[in-house]
C-alpha cells in the first residue's frame, strides 16, 4: 500500500505542477485499486497525457506534502520515497534522481497537477487508460516486491572477497557450487563442505545498502543437511571486524531433518547501514553439520500487506502443522512431541486441536510462527486461546516471544499466567501492545509455575486488534522507572515497628492436626508399614550403623524399627539411609493427594543438649534431578509423636527413602504409611508437620543474639557538621538522615524478562539492589548473542540495580553423551569438549572465552563465580589435575584486575566442599570469595547454618556470599519464617557480603519465595521487606549541640542528609559504608 501511495503522490504533484493547455470535453474519473477518487478539481488532459491533482488525493490518503514558493517546488513524502517537482520543469526528482517528464507540472485553478504516466513509469505502479467510460484505472502492487535473488543455476562466477566472504576460519576452497543438491531438482546450489566448526559460515556481500536504511524486507532461503539431522542458521551481518562480523545484528534458527529441504523465512528491518551481508551458517554451541547447502535465496522489499495472524487457529482444517514452518518448539522440547490430535476438540467437539505431550520441564513450549509482523508494530491485541489439561490442573502461561537466538526467545516479551482446571476446556486472554519489530510468535508453556503438566491441548487461537488495554492487571500493575541518582522506589509503607521485638511470625491458623484427621475421607493406602519393616536388611551406610526390629505395645502399630547410628558421616546424612527405591510406581495418577505418615521416638542420643533425634523422611524423583516432593525433618524426644507430611503426586516422584545420619543416636520408626486421597480433596484439608523445626519458632534462643551481632556489625557512627560560608559552626539546626539504599547486596537471579516486562521490571527495581543473570552470561548463552549480555546489565543500571556480579566463567562439567556426542546444554560448548585432550588449545580457548565476556562486562562490574560446582563437575581437572584451577583464576585476574572480586561457588555444604576448598587454599588459588549457592528443600537449623558460614570465613578468610537462595515447598508458612531467619542469620555473620535469590516467582514446587505464578504476593515477601527496608532501614533526625555535630547510629550504605538553618535548606547525597569515616560537613552558603 506504501508503494501505491507513494506513486499517488508523485502523479499528482507533478499534474498540479503544470498550466493547463488542452481540457478534456467529458469528465475524467481515478480509480485505486477499484475505489472512485473525488477531487475537488477535475482531471485534465495535457498534450494527450492525463494529469491530476496532487493536494486532494494526497490529503485524502493521509501523505504529507510541502510547498516551496521561492522556488515554486512541492515535495511529497511516503513512506521511503521522496519526490520533488518544480512548476513547468520537465525534470522531476525521485529519491534525488532526475525523472524526465512528457509534461512539467502546473498549477490550474490554484491545484498543482501531475501526470499520470509519470507514476507509473517512476514508481512501478500500473496505469490503464478506459477509453469507453475516460477513466484512469490505478492498481498498486500487493505483498512485497522482488528485491534480490540467488538460485545459483546460472552463475558464471562466485568469488571469494566479491561475491561472498567466509567466517569462522571457514577456508573459502570448500565452498562451490554444485549440480549434486538442488532445491528444484535440476540445477545447482551453494554447497559448504567440510565444515568443522558450528561457526563456519558464507556471507554474501553487498545484500543491503545504505538507501535501504528504514526499510522492511522478507528473506527467504532454503537450506538442506544433507547427511545429518541438525540446525541452521540465516543472519544479517556486517564486514569482517566490525560489530555484527560473528553475531548477526538479527537471525532465524531452523531444525532440519536428514536431506530434506527446510524453508527459513523472516522479517528484517534495516537499521544499521553496517549490516549488509546475509550470512549463512550455525549457531555457536550447536551440534556440529559437516554439510551445508543453500539455495533459492530470495529477498523481498516490505512485509507482508495483510495481517494474516489475525485469524484463528482452529486446526480442524489442518492436515499437518509442521516443525519451523507453523511453530517451534523451545527448551528442548522435541518438537516430535507436538502434532495434531482429534482426542480433544473445543471448536465442535469432533475437530481436531494441538496437542503437547511428553513435556518434562515448566518451560517446555510450543510457539506459534507468524502471529505478529512489523506491519503491527504500535498497536494492541487481544489474544484468546482455550486450554485443556488431561492429567491434572495447573497453570498455562500464554507469551509474546521473538524467534530462536534473539531477546525474546526465551523469555517472552510480555506473558500472562492462568488456571486451568483438569479436564475442563478454559479460556485464556492475553492483551498485548506490539512495540517490538522482532516479536512474531506467540507461545505455550508454564514458565514460571510451580507443576509440570505433561500433555496439554491447545484450540482456537484468536488474534485481534482492540483499541485500548483494558486488562485491569496491566493497567495497575506500576512500572519501572529509570534510575539515574540511585534513588530507586522501595518499600516504604510498613505496620510493624522496628525493633526485634516487632519480627514478623507466620502461624498458620488452620485446625489442628487432629481435628483435621478426624475430618479425612476414606483414602487408599498405597504403602503400608511392611515397606519400613521389610527392608531392614537393605540399609544404605552400614558401617555408620544399624538396624533391626523390635516389638511395640500400646501403639496402633506392633512392630517398629530401631536404628542405632554410632558414627556421623563425614559427608552427608544420607550415608546412612534406607532406600526403598520407588515404591509409589503405579500408586497414584498425577495431581492426587497423598499424606505420608510415620511415627518416630528417640531411645538415645540425638542433637544437643536436648537429645532429639532427627530423621529426614524423603519423596522425590526417581532419578533426573532427584527433585522432592517430601524432605520432611522429624525431631523428637522420648516419647512417640506421629509426624504427617501432605504432598500432591507428580509424574515420577515415586522414590522414598529415610535419612539418619544427623547425630550419634538411637530412635525407633514404625507406623509409616501413605495413603492416597484423590485429586478433589484440598491439600490443606491434610494435616502437616511440615513447619515444625523448633529453631523456628518464636522463643529460639539463637534470634536475639543474631540480632545483637547486627546491631554491632552492620550499623555505624554517622556524624554531619554544620556550617556557614564563612566556616562556622551553626548550633540549633535541623538535621534529617534518610537511607535510601544498602551497602549490603540484596539481590535476585534475573532472566529476558528484564529487557521490557514491566512487571517483572518493576518488581525487581522495587525489592533488590543486586542481580546476576540466570544463564545469559553462562559461556554458551553468551556465545549466542553477545548483545543481550550488554543489554541486560544495561537494563538492570537504568533500574538503579547498583550491585552486578556474572555467573560463570568456567563450569567443569561433562556434556558429553554415552554415544560421545556433545549435548546441547548453557555452558560447555562444543568446540572446547573436542580439545579436551589438547591442554595448552582448551587453555586457550578458555582464555579466550574469559577474555571476550569480561570485555564487555567490565564497564559494569567486576564480580564474578569464576568456578562453579567443582566437586561434582570436574572432567578437565580429572584429567590435568586440581591444580589447572590456578590458571583458569589467574586467566580472570588477569581480564577483570586486582581489585575484582573472584568467587568459587557451589551448593555443597559438607566434607567434599572443604577437601576442595582445603586444595584450593593449599594450592595458592587467587580467589576472594565463597558463594554458598543455598538450594533448600527442608527448613535447617539456623545455628548450624552459622556454624558453617564461621567455618568458612575462619578456615579460609574469604568473603561470603549467599548466591542462589530458593526454597522448595509448597508451605508458604514454612517458606517465609525460613527465609526470615535465613535472612536475620546471614546479615548476622561479618563475612557475608550479599544475599541473592535464584529467583522470584513461584518456580519447581514453588521454590522462588516472593511471587506464585500470577504476581500475587507470598508470605515470605513480608518478611523480605520488613526486614530489609523496615527493620534494617536507618530514619533518624534531630539538632546540631552546639558544636555544629548531630551523631546517630545507622545501617550501612548510602543517605540524603538534609540540614536546615536560618532559612536555608541544603541536601547532600553521601555513601556511609563500613570502614569509612563517615563524618559529613555540610556547608549553609
Known sequence: MKKVLALILSFMMIVSCFSCIVFADNEIKITLNGTALTMDQPPIIVEGRTLVPVRAIFEALGATVTWDDATKTATGVLGGTTVSLQINNTQAKVNGLDVTLDVPAQIVNSRTLVPV??????????????????????????????????????????????????????????????????????????????????????????????????????????????????????????????????????????????????????????????????????????????????????????????????????????????????????????????????????????????????????????????????????????????????????????????????????????????????????????????????????????????????????????????????????????????????????????????????????????????????????????????????????????????????????????????????????????????????????????????????????????????????????????????DKSVAGNISNGSDWNVFYFPFEFIENRTRATIRLGYAIQTVDIGGYTITNYGSDIDIKELPTDSGSEPSLKKDAAWRKEAWDRIEKIRKGDIKVIVKDSAGNVIPNAEVKVNMYEHEFAFGTAVHGSIYADEMYRSVVQTNFNAAVPENQTKWVEHEKAPDKTVKMYESLIDLGIKNLRGHVLVWDRDEIDDNGKWEDNTSIPEDLTKLYGDRAKMQERIAQHIDEITSKTNPFFSEWDVLNEACNNKVMQDMYGREIINEWFDMARKALGKDAMLYYNDFKTGNELFTLLDTMYANNVDFDGIGIQSHYVTATDPVKIYDFYEQLYTKYGKRLKITEYDFATSDQLLQANFTRDLLITAFSHEAVDGFLMWGIKAGPNNKYVLYDSEWNPKLALTSWQDLIYNKWWTEESGTTDNNGEFTTRGFYGDYDITVTANGKTKTVSTPCYKGNDNTITITLD
Not at 534480490?148 to 567466509?166: H, P, R, T
Not at 536436648?610 to 530423621?615: E, H, W, Y
Request: aromatic fraction near 10%; charge should be negative.
Open 117 to 626: 504516466r509519470f507514476i507509473s513509469e517512476s514508481l512501478g505502479c500500473k496505469v490503464d487508460w478506459d477509453d469507453a467510460t475516460k477513466t484512469v484505472i490505478i492498481e498498486g502492487e500487493s505483498g512485497p516486491k522482488l528485491y534480490k535473488k540467488w538460485d545459483f543455476n546460472n552463475l558464471e562466477s562466485f568469488e571469494n572477497n566479491k561475491d561472498f566472504i567466509v567466517g569462522g576460519a571457514y577456508p573459502a576452497s570448500f565452498l562451490s557450487i554444485s549440480d549434486k543438491y538442488d532445491a528444484n531438482g535440476n540445477g545447482k546450489a551453494l554447497l559448504l563442505a567440510n565444515r568443522e566448526q558450528p561457526t563456519h559460515r558464507i556471507k554474501l556481500k553487498n545484500v543491503f545498502t545504505k538507501e535501504d536504511l528504514g526499510k522492511t524486507f522478507t528473506i527467504k532461503a532454503k537450506v538442506l543437511t544433507p547427511d545429518q539431522a541438525g540446525n541452521a542458521m540465516v543472519g544479517v551481518y556486517s564486514d569482517t571486524k566490525t560489530k555484527y562480523a560473528t553475531v548477526p545484528i538479527i537471525n532465524k534458527n531452523v531444525t532440519t531433518n536428514k536431506n530434506e529441504w527446510t524453508n527459513v523465512e523472516f522479517t528484517y528491518v534495516h537499521t544499521d547501514e553496517i549490516a549488509d551481508q546475509l550470512g549463512f551458517g550455525q549457531r555457536d554451541g550447536a551440534s556440529l553439520v559437516k554439510t551445508l547447502v543453500i539455495d533459492d535465496i530470495e529477498i523481498y522489499e516490505g512485509a507482508p500487506e495483510t495481517n494474516e495472524s489475525l485469524s484463528n487457529w482452529t486446526f480442524d482444517n489442518l492436515s499437518s502443522f509442521e516443525n519451523n514452518k507453523d511453530f517451534i518448539c523451545g527448551a528442548a522440547y522435541p518438537h516430535e512431541n507436538v502434532s495434531l490430535s482429534n482426542e480433544f476438540d473445543h471448536t465442535t467437539g469432533n475437530g481436531k486441536s494441538l496437542k503437547m505431550t511428553g513435556r518434562t520441564k515448566i518451560d517446555h513450549r510450543v510457539k506459534l510462527l507468524g502471529a505478529f509482523n512489523p506491519n503491527m508494530v504500535g498497536k494492541i491485541y487481544k489474544v484468546t486461546a482455550w486450554v485443556y489439561f488431561p492429567d491434572a490442573e495447573g497453570t498455562i502461561v500464554v507469551g509474546a516471544y521473538s524467534d530462536t537466538g534473539t531477546t525474546y526467545a526465551f523469555d517472552p516479551v510480555s506473558s500472562k499466567a492462568f488456571k486451568v482446571k483438569q479436564n475442563e476446556w478454559t479460556l485464556v486472554e492475553f492483551q498485548y501492545q506490539h512495540k517490538e519489530a522482532i516479536v512474531t510468535q506467540v507461545g505455550f508453556d508454564q514458565k514460571g509455575t510451580s507443576t509440570c503438566i505433561k500433555t496439554i491441548f491447545v484450540d482456537d487461537v484468536k488474534i485481534e486488534e482492540i483499541d485500548k488495554i483494558t486488562d485491569e492487571s496491566i493497567l495497575d500493575a506500576v512500572k519501572s522507572v529509570k534510575v539515574t541518582d540511585g534513588h530507586r522506589p522501595v518499600p516504604t509503607n510498613f505496620t510493624t515497628g522496628k525493633g526485634f521485638d516487632d519480627l514478623i511470625y507466620f502461624e498458620s491458623d488452620k485446625a489442628s492436626n487432629e481435628e483435621l484427621v478426624a475430618r479425612l475421607p476414606e483414602g487408599k493406602v498405597a504403602i503400608d508399614d511392611s515397606l519400613v519393616l521389610g527392608n531392614v536388611d537393605k540399609m544404605v551406610g552400614k558401617q555408620y550403623g544399624s538396624a533391626e526390629i523390635i516389638d511395640v505395645n500400646g501403639m496402633p502399630f506392633t512392630k517398629a524399627v530401631r536404628v542405632n547410628v554410632h558414627t556421623i558421616p563425614e559427608t552427608n546424612p544420607y550415608a546412612i539411609q534406607f532406600d526403598y527405591g520407588a515404591p509409589l510406581e503405579g500408586k497414584a495418577q498425577v495431581g492426587d493427594k497423598m499424606l505420608l505418615k510415620v511415627y518416630m521416638r528417640t531411645e538415645n542420643g540425638g542433637l544437643d543438649e536436648a537429645q532429639n533425634g532427627q530423621i529426614q523422611v524423603i519423596i522425590e524423583e526417581n532419578g533426573g534431578g532427584y
